[in-house]
C-alpha cells in the first residue's frame, strides 16, 4: 500500500514538473516572430524610420527616428523652427546637439564605446542572440501590465561605468496569449537615478509591410509613471542619406571669427 502511494505521488509530482514547463524558451520565442511577421521576414530589416509628435509643455514637437541594422542611428526634434538632433552615430562617432548653443558636440568615449557594444539590439535582441554573444533565460510567469506574462531575462554585452565592465540585464515580459513584449525594465547604471528601475512599454501593435511594429511605446521609473510616444507612421527599410549620421564638422563664419578677433 506505501509502495503504491510513493508512485501515485511520484507520478504527481512528475505530471505538476511537465504542466510548469509546457513551454519551453525556443517555443516562446518562435511564437513571437511567427505572430510578428515570420522570422524570415525580419532578417531582411536593414532599417526603419519612424515618426511621431510629442506634446511637452502644450507645444507639439515632431520627432523621427531612423535606425538601421548596423548600428547606426538619428533622432531629430523640430524644435521652434530648429532642427535639434540627438543620440546619433556614424558606426564610429556618437554626437548630439547641445540644447543650450545648439551646436554639435562628440560623446565622450565611453559613451560611444557602450552605443558600439548595443550593435545588434535593433530590430530585435532576440534575433539569432546566441551569434550576438546574448544569453536568454525564462524566468517562469509573472503579471505585467494586468496581463499574464512570460518573464524573460535577456543579458547583453557588458556595458562600461567609470572605465569598469558592468551587466546589461533587461527583464521582457511576453505576453503568454500573444507571445509579444508589452514590457521591459533594466536598472539604471549611472547619473542621478542610478539604481532606480528603467521601464518600456509596448502596445498598439500594427502591421508595416508584414512585420508588426508596437506604434505606442511608454518610457519612465518603475512606480513613478511615465511619457507614451505614439508614432505616426513606421517606414520599413527607408532610403537614407548617409550624410546625416555623419559629424557636422562646422566652419567658423565671418562674423564669428570678429566676435574672436581674429
Known amino acids: 500500500m506505501k509502495k503504491t ?17 509546457d513551454i519551453t524558451l525556443d517555443e516562446i520565442l518562435a511564437n513571437y516572430f511567427e505572430n510578428t511577421g515570420g522570422i524570415d521576414n525580419w532578417k531582411t530589416v536593414k532599417g526603419v524610420r519612424m515618426k511621431a509628435t510629442v506634446n511637452q509643455d502644450g507645444m507639439d514637437i515632431p520627432i523621427t527616428l531612423i535606425q538601421m541594422t548596423d548600428g547606426r542611428k538619428y533622432m531629430k526634434f ?29 560623446s565622450d568615449n565611453e559613451t560611444t564605446e557602450n552605443i558600439k557594444r548595443e550593435i545588434g539590439v535593433f530590430p530585435s535582441p532576440f534575433l539569432n542572440y546566441e551569434e550576438k554573444g546574448y ?20 543579458t547583453k554585452k557588458p556595458q562600461l561605468v567609470d572605465g569598469k565592465e558592468v551587466d546589461n540585464v533587461e527583464f521582457y515580459f511576453f505576453d503568454t496569449e500573444n507571445f509579444v513584449p508589452i514590457m521591459a525594465e533594466s536598472e539604471i547604471k549611472t547619473g542621478q537615478m542610478k539604481g532606480m528601475v528603467s521601464v518600456a512599454t509596448f502596445s498598439d501593435y500594427q502591421e508595416v509591410d508584414g512585420l508588426f511594429f508596437a506604434f505606442s511605446i511608454g518610457q519612465g521609473l518603475k512606480d513613478k509613471g511615465s511619457q507614451t510616444i505614439n508614432f505616426d507612421s513606421i517606414e520599413l527599410n527607408p ?3 548617409d550624410a546625416i549620421f555623419k559629424f557636422p564638422e562646422e566652419t567658423e563664419t565671418t562674423e564669428e571669427k570678429k566676435e574672436d578677433g581674429k
Not at 502511494?5 to 509530482?13: D, G, K
Not at 505585467?144 to 531575462?153: D, M
Open 135 to 154: 544569453k536568454v533565460e525564462l524566468l517562469g510567469k509573472e503579471t505585467a501590465e494586468g496581463t499574464e506574462c512570460f518573464k524573460i531575462k535577456l
Open 5 to 21: 502511494i510513493l508512485i501515485i505521488a511520484s507520478l504527481l509530482i512528475s505530471a505538476f514538473a511537465i504542466q510548469a514547463q
Open 78 to 106: 523640430e524644435l521652434q523652427g530648429k532642427e535639434v538632433a540627438q543620440g546619433v552615430f556614424d558606426g564610429e562617432v556618437a554626437w548630439s546637439h547641445n540644447f543650450m548653443t545648439m551646436k554639435p558636440e562628440k
Open 239 to 241: 532610403e537614407v542619406d
